[in-house]
């Protein structure tokens, strides 16, 4: 059974910066392709980014540029480097492999 565990969410003020992590288990990780997703207050679920496992990354728009995909196969564990966050960029944080949702990490940017 896979299993991804988030963890690097917090409190920030704008234009700060975070790095998230996404660690996976029960699965060969280096074989999948895994996305960040993020779920604001109210808003639907959103599609942030994707690294494939032969490290291609794609990004969302509202995202390009300020945030980094990452992953480290020998540790199972793929990043988001958030960089110059704006206060619309709080949302809970979730990350995807296959049909598999870990259960979040809170990022709150305000002053």
């Known amino acids: 059974q896979v299993q991804l565990v988030e963890s690097g969410g917090g409190l920030v003020q704008p234009g700060g910066s975070l790095r998230l992590s996404c660690v996976a288990s029960?699965?060969?990780?280096?074989?999948?392709?895994v996305a960040w997703f993020r779920q604001a207050p109210g808003k639907e679920r959103e599609w942030v980014a994707t690294?494939?496992?032969?490290?291609?990354?794609n990004y969302a728009e509202s995202v390009k540029g300020r945030f980094t995909i990452s992953r480290n196969n020998a540790r199972n564990t793929v990043y988001l480097q958030m960089n110059s966050l704006k206060p619309e960029d709080t949302a809970i944080y979730s990350c995807g492999l296959g049909a598999s949702w870990g259960k979040g990490t809170l990022v709150t940017v305000s002053a």
């Open positions: 690294i494939t496992n032969g490290y291609t990354t």
């Open positions: 029960g699965t060969i990780f280096s074989r999948y392709n």
